[in-house]
């Protein structure tokens, strides 16, 4: 009976064990504060409140999966979409179901399709390049998607030529580089604001303040930002060189670049299909997917088809294979953007309403560690300033951080926050007194920085 037992305690605590150490369970944000979404309308710039919680409100977890409740709010601002989208981010209902033990298709890989195909670590759906649009060839006409005819076939039938939402609805994403679908909000792409790419390719961030999951900091290895429907693990747009851990941290870069074609006749693989528009500045390359072509790379920082690579991370030191979210040298969007065209993993996650076996529930027990706090990159912007400062920190955010404004004599005159899961936050100064301030920031009670700034 003792044995029994013994073995008994043995099986729980490898099991809580698991949870501590897989980063399916573990790397969720977590909203334990009831942190409501907030979303702005076109015309205000001040964002309203939301009633809905953001980030994930549960964990759970079996021998085979983790349960990721989440209502796909994120922590930072949404909206408003300026292409004319009726849509507002919505709460979404049920659990991210996600495999603990992913394994490689050894079989033909799977396609990427409309809809979730992945989920962030707060929570926020993954869609893939496309919007459901498409080139019908018979009329030569888009087809698919809001204010066109149906496509052929209806919406789940592929097109020869299929549009890549990335150019084509620039306009309707906001500063996140985000929209919604009925109500689903979702990223397409790397979830960091257009505002802190080095070239920025909208203004939506200057009308509508706002920021996005995680900001880029080349100087090291990008945070593990979400999962894929087949389990196996995103991350941002740096990674360690080499596959083993060394070689410093580089981009890491699609494998994918623009074919070199001036009509759409054929596919890259040399497919003779129905002809498409000819490239021109209303459908130029880049505006279908099909104007993509693979080139294998020697080289270990640019990915494979799958747009992921085998490799040792921060959070896998044992290799993992992991897909990254694929910039350019500008830090724009790079095809595929995250997954795709194809899962390199059997595709086995999904969302379901409900959980169909016996679960535990994770109860994270440490808080952030000194080593990230040490990794933590802050810029004030701009210095000086007679309207208001800008807080920025470089990286991912798992707890809230707090933000406080002293004169120099010690005396606090405002503080704020920068909530888990979003980047940035901001100090109103147009009341006080031109001169000198400091401002500390904070994590769980403990001063990580103090900076000078400059009042106008």
């Known amino acids: 009976m003792k044995k029994a037992i013994l073995c008994l305690t043995l099986l729980v605590s490898l099991f809580q064990l698991q949870a501590q150490t897989n980063p399916a369970i573990s790397s969720w944000i977590l909203n334990t504060s009831g ?41 930072y601002i949404t909206g408003p979409f300026l292409d004319g ?11 991210f179901k996600i495999p603990l033990n992913p394994v490689k298709n050894t079989g033909t890989p799977t396609n990427t399709t409309g809809g979730n195909i992945g989920a962030f670590i707060n929570g926020v759906a993954l869609f893939d390049y496309r919007d459901g649009v498409a080139w019908n060839t018979t009329t030569n006409a888009l087809c698919g998607g809001p204010g066109n005819p149906a496509c052929p076939g209806g919406p789940a039938t592929a097109q020869a030529w ?6 084509a609805e620039r306009a309707g994403f906001d500063c996140a580089k985000a929209h919604p679908a009925m109500g689903n909000y979702h990223h397409h792409q790397n979830p960091s ?17 706002a920021d996005g999951l995680y900001a880029i900091n080349p100087t090291h290895h990008s945070p593990l930002i979400g999962f894929a429907y087949d389990g196996f693990p995103i991350y941002g747009a740096y990674g360690f060189k ?3 851990g060394t070689g410093g941290i580089v981009r890491m870069k699609s494998s994918y670049k623009l074919r070199n074609i001036s009509v759409r006749t054929h596919h890259a693989d040399g497919t003779d299909v ?3 528009p000819v490239v021109s500045a209303t459908y130029p390359l880049g505006y279908f997917r099909e104007d993509y072509e693979f080139t294998a790379s020697a080289e270990p920082d640019f990915l494979d088809v799958h747009n992921g690579r085998f490799c040792v991370t921060p959070e896998y030191p044992q290799g993992i294979y992991a897909y990254f979210a694929t910039v350019d040298e500008k830090w724009n969007s790079a095809y595929p953007y995250v997954v795709g065209p194809t899962f390199y993993g059997v595709r086995s996650a999904s969302k379901v309403q409900t959980i ?11 808080a952030v560690s000194e080593s990230e706090l040490n990794d933590f990159e802050i810029a004030i912007f701009p210095n000086p300033s007679g309207d208001f400062f800008a807080i920025q920190i470089e990286g991912l955010l798992r707890e809230k951080m707090d933000l406080r404004l002293f004169d120099l004599s010690g005396r606090l005159m405002q503080q704020t926050e920068i909530q888990a899961g979003s980047t940035i936050g901001y100090f109103d100064v147009r009341t006080l007194y031109a001169g000198v301030y400091v401002v500390s920031v904070l994590v769980n009670g ?11």
């Open 35 to 75: 942190l409501k979404g907030r979303h702005y309308v076109n015309g205000n710039s001040t964002p309203i409140q939301d009633n809905v919680q953001a980030n994930v409100q549960s964990v759970q977890y079996s021998a085979d999966w983790s349960y990721i409740q989440a209502t796909g709010i994120p922590a």
């Open 85 to 95: 989208n009726p849509s507002l981010a919505s709460a979404q209902t049920g659990y």
């Open 162 to 167: 299929n549009r890549d939402a990335i150019p």
């Open 193 to 209: 604001a257009f505002n802190l790419d080095l070239m920025v390719i909208s203004n939506i961030c200057d009308l509508y303040p």
């Open 242 to 244: 080499n596959v083993d």
């Open 274 to 276: 129905a002809d498409g």
């Open 356 to 366: 169909g076996e016996p679960v535990t529930t994770y109860n994270p027990t440490s």
């Open 446 to 456: 403990q001063v990580i920085s103090n900076k000078k700034v400059v009042v106008e």
